[in-house]
Structure formats: structure tokens, C-alpha cells
T-cell receptor, first 116, second 112 residues
Framework: NAGVTQTPKFRVLKTGQSMTLLCAQD?????MYWYRQDPGMGLRLIHY???????AKGEVPDGYNVSRLKKQNFLLGLESAAPSQTSVYFC????FGTGGRNTEAFFGQGTRLTVV | GDSVTQMEGPVTLSEEAFLTINCTYT??????LFWYVQYPGEGLQLLLK?????DKGSNKGFEATYRKETTSFHLEKGSVQVSDSAVYFC???????????FGTGTRLLVSP
């Protein structure tokens, strides 16, 4: 049982280049999330999905796009990378349970992205 | 909106010292509360949780009690080890909102 797998683990981009980060989960969860982690700012939600074919904006969505064509995969795209997007990106697959009482989040190991 | 406030780090302790990391929250409803831990180079993993007032979550010697009257969920451990060095995140989730709201994280450094 792999849980949540993110690829790639590291990437260096030049300003203006594009890339796609892949998140795959094998737990059949409906909810998937993309966060970015920056020093002193904790985890900030970029986009999320409440099921196959759905996406929604989080608190810092600008400059990113997402797609959830298959339930197990959640893709994060950067169309034109900027140095401000240098960060560590985490994907999470979350099970909320009945009434939210059994909530548990499963995280990937992260993607360290540097934009120069 | 919902928010979580954690104490600033880093917290630096010697091995076997007592640990407290403070966490307070603001929520519109009755949230579940969580502590997640992030070891170097890894993603976050659930450490413990509590789903109703006065519940105590515990795991690996860590404990936290859900205090509704003070809207707090402080993390404690009686005797820390070097291997506990990590970043600790407090988080909440409200029923029906399908989001986890995280604090900014507190880095713990334990020296031998």
C-alpha cells in the first residue's frame, strides 16, 4: 500500500517554464489537496478537489492550475513559473469520515521546486 | 474564518526535558483537533487527534487535551528524545467543511 506518491521529488525550473506535478493515491479517497510550504508560513492551500472531475481554489491559487481526471490522480500545473513559486509542494489525500470525526490526512513526501 | 495559532519556534531542549507546544484555535463550529509531525525531508504524518471536548489524544509518549473552554490543544511530552526533533503542526477540521486548517508549525530541536 503506497499511500500518496508525488513525482518528481526535486525540480529546478527557469522563469517562464512550465511543469506538472503529479499526485497519486491508492486509498480511494474523494478529497485531494495541494499545499505549498514556505518558511514561517506553514502550509497554505493552493487548490483542492472533492471528487473526480472537480476542482476548487484554495487560499493561494494564482499562477497554478489543477486537474482531477481520474479519482486517484491530482495534477498541479505551473504554466509560467516565477521565482515566487519556489517552495516545497505537498499533496494530501484526506478521509473525513462521518461528521468529520475520523478525519485523517495522508501526505506525499513533497516536491522541492526551485525557480531561477 | 477558522484559524490555528501555534507558538513560534524553534523550541530547543535537552534530551529528557519536558515539552509543551502551545496551540489555540478559532472555529465557528465544533472542530476535531489534530497534531501532525514532519520529520526532515518527509511529508506530514498524523501524531494524535481529539474529536470532542476533554478528549485526550496520545501517541508515542505525546499527549494533547481538547480544551473547549480555552480553545486550546497544547502538545506535551514528559521526556523528549533526539529522535523527536521535527516540525509539529496543530490543525483543525470542522464537520461539513472538508478542509484541514493548519498552524504555521513549530520546529523542535532536541540535543543529546
Amino acid at each position: 500500500n503506497a499511500g500518496v506518491t508525488q513525482t518528481p521529488k526535486f525540480r529546478v525550473l527557469k522563469t517562464g517554464q512550465s511543469m506538472t506535478l503529479l499526485c497519486a493515491q491508492d486509498m480511494n479517497h474523494e478529497y485531494m489537496y495541494w499545499y505549498r510550504q514556505d518558511p514561517g508560513m506553514g502550509l497554505r492551500l493552493i487548490h483542492y478537489s472533492v471528487g473526480e472531475g472537480t476542482t476548487a481554489k484554495g487560499e493561494v491559487p494564482d499562477g497554478y492550475n489543477v486537474s482531477r481526471l481520474k479519482k486517484q490522480n491530482f495534477l498541479l500545473g505551473l504554466e509560467s513559473a516565477a521565482p515566487s513559486q519556489t517552495s516545497v509542494y505537498f499533496c494530501a489525500s484526506i478521509y473525513f469520515g462521518t461528521g468529520g470525526r475520523n478525519t485523517e490526512a495522508f501526505f506525499g513526501q513533497g516536491t522541492r521546486l526551485t525557480v531561477v | 474564518g477558522d484559524s490555528v495559532t501555534q507558538m513560534e519556534g524553534p523550541v530547543t531542549l535537552s534530551e529528557e526535558a519536558f515539552l509543551t507546544i502551545n496551540c489555540t484555535y478559532t472555529a465557528t463550529g465544533y472542530p476535531s483537533l489534530f497534531w501532525y509531525v514532519q520529520y526532515p525531508g518527509e511529508g506530514l504524518q498524523l501524531l494524535l487527534k481529539a474529536t470532542k471536548a476533554d478528549d485526550k489524544g496520545s501517541n508515542k509518549g505525546f499527549e494533547a487535551t481538547y480544551r473547549k473552554e480555552t480553545t486550546s490543544f497544547h502538545l506535551e511530552k514528559g521526556s523528549v528524545q533526539v529522535s523527536d526533533s521535527a516540525v509539529y503542526f496543530c490543525a483543525l477540521s470542522e464537520p461539513g467543511f472538508q478542509k484541514l486548517v493548519f498552524g504555521t508549525g513549530t520546529r523542535l530541536l532536541v540535543s543529546p
